[in-house]
């Protein structure tokens, strides 16, 4: 298949421009790796995660894609902001494996703080050859949001995160179809590259935001239906199975398994179950607590954890990750193809 180029393409030295998301407790160096293998760009996400767990998923990634160590890493990790700021955090560790261990790229979302982080890679930058820069990807859920990030923080890739989006994102979000074209009509040009994340599952949806003016596409959910991610079968099952109207907004999942700090206003898109049904009907909290974590230990969808964007309705089986960013790219170019021909 011929490549597609975009400006990300270029900037990244990839084939297609899709880019697996970094996602908390899914995403680790075997999704991040065979998504760059595939031709796309993958992410790690950092989380909640150890030095040692962190550092034996980057070298799981450096091994599948056989790359020396010290040599640059064609993939990028993902922090949450909010996770940098918590006193003692372990995440600042992270962050400084990352700069060491030669990453292309890392991504920052849901901070209070983020223009800190963005300047810290920035000095690095400034200290460091073109072939150690980090490229700074930084996801928001606003135009203000954007304009900060282009103005004041100087990202390199502006992640565009619409309502849609699986996992934790802004309740205040607009819609991609607009969000994107808000965005792009107050970016300069020359001026950072933005992309589009939230609720994408076909290659015709990756055809229409690069119609729209986007340089890429983010995918989340599409890639926790790969054996690379570190999603349970039980999970990848619910995900299968659930249909378009299956996944909603909501703090239920964060009381339940208290992973709470995030910023004002993100909450995160999930498979709908008796765990949000009891969170809302305003069962005590301790209650939600005891029986979702027996539900973890039993492996059990009907109340444990599933995050999933708006687009899992439209997904149906396991595929490698290689094989997911190949087959958007081939129905991407046919999409495009065909509407040329209109
Ligand atoms: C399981 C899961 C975990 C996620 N974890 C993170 C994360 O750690 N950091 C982050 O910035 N975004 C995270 N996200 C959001 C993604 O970056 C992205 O915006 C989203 O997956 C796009 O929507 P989609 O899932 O509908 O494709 C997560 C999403 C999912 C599905």
Redesign the pocket.
Known sequence: MPPIHTKLTELLGIHTPIVG??????SGGALAAQTTLGGGFGFI?A?YDTPENFRSQIHLARSLLNIDEGSRLPIGV?F?GWQLEKQNSSAQELLNIVLNENIQAV?L??GSDLGRWTKYIHTYNEQVGQDHRVTIFV?ISSVDEAVVAMNEWQADVI?A?GI??????ASYALPLLTLVPSILSVTPIPGPLILA????ATGAHVASLLTLGAAGV?????F?LSPESLYTDTQRRALIAANSESSVRTMAFDYARKTLGWPRGIDGRALKNATVDDYENGVDIEIIRSKFTEAVQNDDPSRMLI?????VGLMHRIQPAKEIVQELHEQCVASLQTSRAL
């Not at 849609?164 to 994102?169: C, D, K, M, R």
């Not at 983010?218 to 599409?222: A, D, K, P, S």
Request: hydrophobic letters at 50%.
């Open positions: 998301a970094p996602m908390a407790g899914a996400a989380g993902g949450l991504w979302a849901f996801q992640v995160q849609e989006a699986g996992g934790h994102g994340a939230g609720g994408l983010v995918l989340g959910t599409r926790l995050w999933a964007g708006s687009g």
